[in-house]
């Protein structure tokens, strides 16, 4: 009876340490670990400094070392969810709303980040995995998944190789792909290298000679109603800036409001004789809906300058509205009016929302623009870092191209 005891107390113990010690426990441990990382990654990466965006080159190595589909769900949400931390905040700021709603948004934006780079993930390690990366990249790159194409490892090409252009996109998108083969160590030491050097010597892009970017504070009423004070002062404000030597001066998205013969009378008459070309965001109605467009009013007269290839999702670009036969919603022409011509220069415009993606700035950069043009109305960004995120991706674009930036945002 004695032994029969003892026996079964020995395989029980020994049953506990092999549970403890089990490669599951282990791979379990490993998985935490990986998505620990990949949060921290996410965060720091899409702080808002343009400086931290080469951290984003960590994630492939991340999402490859997952040893299973599972894990790199886990792996991708981890880092998609910490790098969007501020859309929760966002919605709450711009619906009214209580913080589940913006959860739910949040959740949903992640859906697709991360079904796409679960489907990818493959177990067999070498260069066959790296193209599944690159698939999953390419995916959430361009529409329709890019539409939520966020903090994409990519954009950190301007930080790493800036002036480079195209042959630096090449060489970031070659860092990524390396990362996730065993050959890994190599592109982190050269990454590591080019990182170091860059920030060494960075300089943030300036604004072309004769150009400025006004930003305004006005919070959430910019735009919303007809207000004439606050279009005399903004009137004001472009004056004082044409008497300090600009020649075209940007203002943010929403500015002018709606865009109607009345308020296009106004600005030019406010700006006749003054030779100040305006680069200002409006809403142009159509019957089945609205363009969130920038308008050029210059000596010549004022015209449709610009229509947002990509408005914000849900908030602005509502295409069910369409389905039940109702309209009201922004439109999205995708891949419109990529380069625009603006006081003799070709202007490579991004309204806002667009600032955050891959394809419309690079659809931009295809035809060879002098200057980019990045304006927002961010008063829903409050106690978050999504507009220094804008920037930030703004700037390693412009740097990547080795163009002049002008930034003109209302908070």
């Known amino acids: 009876m004695i032994p029969d005891t003892l026996d079964r107390s020995q395989h029980l113990a020994s049953s506990a340490s092999r549970g403890r010690f089990s490669p599951s426990a282990h791979s379990d441990w490993r998985t935490a670990a990986l998505v620990v990382a990949a949060a921290v990654v996410g965060a720091v990466a899409w702080s808002g400094q343009a400086l931290t965006l080469p951290l984003g080159c960590a994630f492939p190595r991340l999402w490859s070392s997952a040893r299973s589909r599972i894990a790199a769900a886990m792996v991708s949400a981890a880092y998609f969810l910490a790098a969007s931390r501020g859309l929760p905040q966002g919605a709450v700021n711009f619906y009214g709303t209580d913080v589940g709603f913006g959860i739910a948004l949040w959740l ?10 679960a489907v990818a993930w493959q177990g067999q390690p070498g260069w066959g ?40 996109l090449a060489a970031t998108a070659a860092i990524l792909l390396t990362m996730t ?72 998205e929403s500015a002018a409001g709606l865009w109607t013969p009345t308020t296009s009378s106004f600005w030019m008459d406010g700006l006749r004789g003054t030779g100040i070309t305006v680069i200002v965001g409006a809403a142009i109605v159509q ?47 995708f891949f419109g009016n990529p380069v625009v011509e603006s006081a003799g220069r070709r202007v490579a415009p991004l309204i806002c929302y667009e600032q ?37 991706s703004t700037q390693a674009w412009a740097r990547l191209f080795a163009l002049p930036l002008v930034l003109s945002f209302n908070t």
């Open 287 to 333: 019957r089945e809906g609205y363009d969130n467009a920038m308008i050029e009013i210059g000596p010549s007269g004022a015209h449709d300058l610009y229509g947002e290839r990509m408005p914000v999702p849900v908030s602005m670009w509502q295409p069910w509205l369409a389905w039940i036969g109702q309209g009201g919603g922004a439109r999205a022409t």
């Open 129 to 168: 995995r790296a193209l599944r990366f690159a698939l999953a990249a390419i995916l959430m790159s361009v529409p329709p998944f890019g539409i939520v194409g966020w903090a994409q490892p990519v954009t950190a090409a301007g930080v790493l190789f800036p002036g480079w252009g195209w042959w630096g």
């Open 356 to 392: 955050l993606l891959v394809w419309p700035v690079l659809q931009s950069m295809r035809h060879s623009p002098d200057v980019l043009v990045a304006i927002g109305n961010d008063w829903w960004t409050a106690e978050t870092r999504i507009l220094a995120i804008q920037k930030a």
């Open 108 to 117: 949903c934006a992640a859906a697709a980040f991360v079904l796409v780079h």
């Open 181 to 252: 083969t065993p050959k890994w160590p190599i592109a982190a030491l050269v990454a590591t290298g080019f990182w170091t050097w860059s920030a060494s010597h960075w300089v943030a892009p300036s604004e072309p000679d004769g150009w400025v970017g006004l930003d305004t504070k006005l919070g959430s009423a910019l735009g919303r109603a007809p207000d004439l004070d606050e279009s005399q002062a903004l009137l004001q404000r472009v004056r004082e800036a044409g008497a300090a030597g600009a020649r075209v001066v940007v203002l943010p």
